[in-house]
């Protein structure tokens, strides 16, 4: 997105000005406060900044630290005594590790951008409908920051206005989790009011109407609140916009990008520009020159046996997602788990033009029967499940019990979305995340305890040391 930087955590802020063109990711001028926020120009260009929050390393580029290393589905990369990665897979986190920092400054930097928007906007003379939808645009981002906040750290600190001084941030503390929800229910139902269906031209890949009734179906079945899930996220299923792509592996080609399975992605656009995606890079093997992808790999967030052996005999999904080998350029097979979903070629190192589906419709369809399911609607549920299937050649599941419904959901969501940050977030929305980790910790010989304390991870102590009166740190840390 855009490189309109508008730096902030709670306490820190600066601004520079980019391009207005949604995918002209191109860095101009500096800007300052006072003469800036006065047109409608500058209003896109600020919330284009608020977009390209979301490639920030503790919101989408490094996800996977938090959504994906705690699961069972993927391990660290050990080099030497860097362990910090480590303590998210094997729970012994310290209150200093900085992917907590960076996850908790870049998501109030992103939610200040926001908040700029969202103050500033109502006294720029502009066209009404469009002021209407970036407010809409505004509040949706918002919403999605606070969810992946939320569902990290637990209590927040809940920022609905913009800092214009520093000093502010002492004034806040951390609101309960209920209060962060609510706000974040709200968001999203203005912004469903405000969004159009879709977009075409340089505005793809803009927050839509359907993105946001997909995200707050999400937000209601993390909360288990399954009615009122079931009951928006059928919107989504009956305004027949999206649907699912023929073939698996074409939604991970840069070609298809924003394609009509996708709900909203994390844009990147490669060149040179610095705004280039990193993942294939990241991802790759270790050690691996350019076998698998140009410029090698960091061997980062590598897949496990046991998610290798969720997958059916014939499941295509398992080939489209991830490889157990490569050949190295002497010839030589070399056995190595690695993903594969982010391979496009990079201009140069972690300079590539895949981007990061936030929400898909494989995703709501899966989300929708899970819903039905937990409302005693089964039936209902198992063609939901069976459309998923279908699309892969996997044969239809028959007259499941509604506990069997549940596990063939949690299986599905697993292979399905492999590598797409839901694996930690679904264990701990559905309550198993204690069971399966306490199976994966005695697998590996790991002797620990995991309790409900774990679920959340502990707030940075930076945050706790800055504001102790204000900030607490989370039971068990």
């Known amino acids: 997105m855009k490189k309109s930087y508008i730096l902030a955590s709670l306490l820190s802020l600066s601004l520079a000005s980019c391009r207005e063109q949604f995918l002209d990711l191109a860095p101009i001028a500096q800007a300052n406060t006072a003469s800036f926020f006065k047109t409608q120009s500058d209003m896109i260009i ?7 929050a979301l490639q920030f390393a503790g919101q989408y580029g490094q996800n996977y ?3 994906e290393i705690p699961s069972d ?10 362990t910090d990665q480590d303590e998210f897979d094997k729970f012994y986190l310290r209150t200093t590790n900085p992917f907590l920092v960076t996850r908790w400054n870049d998501g109030y930097r992103g939610i200040y951008r926001t908040n700029v928007v969202i103050d500033r906007i109502a006294g720029v003379t502009m066209d009404e409908t469009l002021k209407k939808r970036l407010v809409g645009e505004a509040k949706f981002l918002r919403a999605l920051m606070y969810f992946n906040l939320v569902r990290t750290f637990g209590d927040l600190p809940l920022v609905l206005t913009e800092i214009t001084d520093p000093t502010q941030g002492y004034e806040y503390g951390r609101s309960p989790v209920a209060d962060v929800y609510a706000q974040i229910t709200k968001d999203l139902t203005d912004a469903e009011a405000a969004l159009p269906e879709r977009y075409t031209g340089a505005d793809i890949g803009r927050a839509t109407r359907g993105a946001a009734k997909s995200l707050l179906g999400k937000v209601y079945m993390t909360q288990r609140k399954y009615a009122e899930a079931a009951t928006k996220l059928k919107e989504v299923v009956d305004a027949n916009t999206y ?3 023929p073939v698996y592996a074409d939604l991970f080609r840069p070609a298809n990008k924003n394609s009509r399975e996708s709900i909203f992605e ?6 040179s520009l ?3 995606s990193n993942f294939g890079n990241t991802y790759a093997p270790e050690n691996s020159g350019n076998a698998v992808i ?8 590598r897949p496990t046996p046991d998610l290798e052996q969720a997958f059916e005999a014939n499941d295509p999904r398992r080939a489209a997602s991830f490889a157990t080998s490569y050949v190295n350029s002497s010839g030589t097979r070399i056995d190595y788990y690695y993903i594969r979903k982010y391979l496009d070629a990079p201009t140069v190192n972690g300079d590539a033009e895949d981007n990061f589906y936030v929400l898909r419709y494989a995703d709501v369809l899966l989300l929708y029967a899970e819903a039905l399911n937990e409302t005693g609607r089964t039936a209902e549920a198992l063609p939901l499940l069976n459309r998923v299937r279908k699309r892969v ?40 995340a204690l069971p399966v980790l306490q199976a994966k910790a005695a697998a590996i010989g790991i002797k620990t305890n995991l309790t409900q304390n774990n679920l959340v991870f502990p707030v940075p102590q930076s945050q706790i040391d800055i504001n102790p009166s204000k900030i607490s740190q989370n039971p068990g840390y």
Do not use: C, I
């Not at 600020?46 to 390209?52: D, K």
């Not at 391990?75 to 005594?81: D, H, K, W």
């Not at 994390?266 to 060149?271: A, L, M």
């Open 274 to 276: 610095g705004e280039g």
């Open 65 to 67: 630290v938090f959504s």
């Open 243 to 245: 649907d699912l792509l």
């Open 73 to 82: 589905d993927t391990t660290p990369v050990l080099s030497g005594s860097v």
């Open 393 to 432: 050649g996997l044969a239809d599941k028959t007259a499941l019990s509604q506990a069997d419904m549940r596990l063939a959901l949690e299986q599905e969501r697993r292979v399905e979305l492999a590598f797409e940050g839901h694996r930690w977030f679904d264990l701990v929305r559905t309550g198993r």
């Open 294 to 301: 140009q410029f090698g790999g960091g061997g980062n967030n």
């Open 46 to 52: 600020t919330l284009n900044g608020a977009y390209g």
């Open 266 to 271: 994390v844009q990147y656009k490669k060149g």
